[in-house]
C-alpha cells in the first residue's frame, strides 16, 4: 500500500494564503497521485496518497495548505475516484484521460496525469460536473446493478435447461412439452432426482438443480423490482405518474441524471446525454445534423420504450405519428423527434425547480 514519504509541508506556498489553486488527481485503486497549480499555470507540488479515508483526508489537507481549494480534477470520478469526489467540498469536474498526441509529447506517469488533469480543468477542456452519488440515485444504480446480473444468471439457467431438455429422455421430455415456462419451471423442481443409476436419472437431476437455480433470482428480481418502484415514487414523486414511464426507465433516466441533476444546466444537456440531441454535421454550403450516436445508451433505450408505449396507448402520441407521416417523415423519424421531447418533459420531473422553469417553453409544451 503506498504512503506518503514526505512531510505534509508544501514545497512552495503562495504569497497570498487565499489565492486560488486547482487540484488534479489520477485515481488508481490502491493509491492516488494528486498535483497542485495555480490559476496562472504555474506547477506547485505533486503527491501520491493511498486511496483510504484518512488518506483523503491528507490529500485535501495537503492541497488546501497551498491555497483557496475550489475547483477539481478528478479521474474515474464514477468508479475508483467516487469516495474522494464525495469527500471534497470543491467543485468536481470528470476529467477524462489526455489526448494521444499530448501523451505521446510528453510521456506517461501518474504524476503527469494528475497535472494534465489539474490543467484540463483550467484550460476549459475538462467541463462536466462529477455526478455526486451520495443519494438516492446512486441506491438506484446498485439496484440496478444487482438486477441485471440476476436477470443473466436466470437467463443462463434457462438456456441451459431448456438445452438439456432437448436431449433429455423421450418420456421425460413429452411429460413436459406445451408447458408455459412458469409451470416447467415449477414441474422441473419437482422431479424426483433420488435415483442416478444413467442418463435418463441424471438429467432429471441436473432440471431440478437448474429449475432451482432459475425460481432464486426470480425471487430477487421482484423483491428488487420492488425496492426500485418504492425508492423512485418516495423521492421523485409523479415521475411513475407520466404515461409511459415504468419503474425500470424512470431508473436508467435517474442514473442517467445523476444525485444533482443541475449540474446539466438545461434540458438541452439532459437530451445530449441521453443520445437524442442532434448533433451539427454542417460544411461548407451544406447545413445538416446527423444522428447523435454518442450519450448514455441505457437511458435512451429507457426512451424508446416510453416512446412506443405511448405510440399504443397515448392519443396525442398517435395524432402526433400521424400529422409527421403526411408531412413525408419516416416512422423512425418520428420515433428519434418524440425521444427528444419525453426527454424534456422528465427532465422538467427531476431537475431542480428553478432550472426547469428557466428552460421552458412559453406555453409548457413540445412543438
Known amino acids: 500500500m503506498p504512503s506518503i514519504t514526505q512531510p505534509a509541508a508544501p514545497c512552495h506556498t503562495p504569497a497570498d494564503p487565499g489565492e486560488e489553486i486547482l487540484l ?19 506547477a506547485l507540488d505533486g503527491r501520491t496518497f493511498p486511496a483510504t479515508t484518512e488518506g483523503y483526508r491528507q490529500l485535501i489537507a495537503w492541497a488546501r495548505s497551498f ?14 475516484g467516487a469516495a474522494l469526489a464525495r469527500l471534497l ?15 505521446r509529447r510528453r510521456g506517461k506517469t501518474d504524476a503527469v496525469d494528475a497535472e494534465a488533469a489539474a490543467r484540463a480543468v483550467l484550460s476549459g477542456r475538462a467541463t462536466a460536473t462529477a455526478k455526486t452519488s451520495d443519494g438516492p440515485v446512486e441506491a438506484l444504480r446498485l439496484l440496478k446493478l444487482a438486477k441485471g446480473s440476476a436477470i443473466k444468471s436466470r437467463t443462463q439457467a434457462i438456456n441451459q435447461l431448456k438445452s438439456v431438455l432437448v436431449s433429455a429422455d423421450a418420456a421425460l421430455r413429452e411429460s413436459l412439452a406445451g408447458l408455459s415456462n412458469p409451470h416447467l419451471f415449477k414441474r422441473c423442481a419437482e422431479l424426483d432426482d433420488s435415483q442416478e ?18 425460481q432464486r433470482p426470480t425471487g430477487e428480481i421482484d423483491n428488487i423490482n420492488k425496492r426500485i418502484a418504492a ?49 451539427e454535421a454542417s ?16 437511458a435512451n433505450a429507457a ?21 409527421r407521416l403526411a408531412e413525408g417523415k419516416t416512422r423512425r423519424e418520428i420515433i428519434r423527434c418524440l425521444k427528444r421531447y419525453v426527454a424534456r418533459e422528465i427532465y422538467r420531473l427531476i431537475a431542480p425547480i428553478g432550472t426547469a422553469i428557466c428552460h421552458a417553453d412559453p406555453d409548457g409544451t413540445a412543438s
Open 89 to 103: 467540498r470543491a467543485e468536481v469536474t470528470e476529467v477524462n484521460q489526455p489526448d494521444k498526441v499530448a501523451r
Open 197 to 214: 443409476d444413467g442418463p435418463a436419472d441424471t438429467a432429471r437431476h441436473v432440471l431440478k438443480l437448474l429449475a432451482g437455480r432459475i
Open 303 to 323: 426512451l424508446y420504450r416510453i416512446v412506443l408505449s405511448r405510440l399504443r396507448w397515448d392519443d396525442r402520441t398517435q395524432d402526433y405519428l400521424r400529422r
Open 24 to 42: 488534479g488527481v489520477d485515481t488508481h485503486k490502491d493509491f492516488h497521485a494528486a498535483a497542485v497549480v495555480t490559476v496562472l499555470g504555474a
Open 67 to 80: 491555497g483557496a481549494l475550489r475547483r477539481a480534477g478528478v479521474e474515474c470520478t464514477g468508479s475508483y
Open 231 to 279: 425508492g423512485v415514487e418516495a423521492h421523485f414523486p409523479g415521475l411513475l405518474d407520466t404515461r409511459g414511464v415504468g419503474p425500470d426507465s424512470a431508473a436508467a433516466l435517474l442514473i442517467s441524471a445523476g444525485d444533482n441533476p443541475d449540474r446539466l444546466g438545461s434540458e438541452a444537456s439532459f437530451a445530449a446525454l441521453c443520445g437524442t440531441s442532434p448533433v
Open 283 to 298: 460544411s461548407g454550403k451544406t447545413q445538416r445534423r446527423r444522428l447523435n450516436r454518442g450519450g448514455d445508451r441505457q
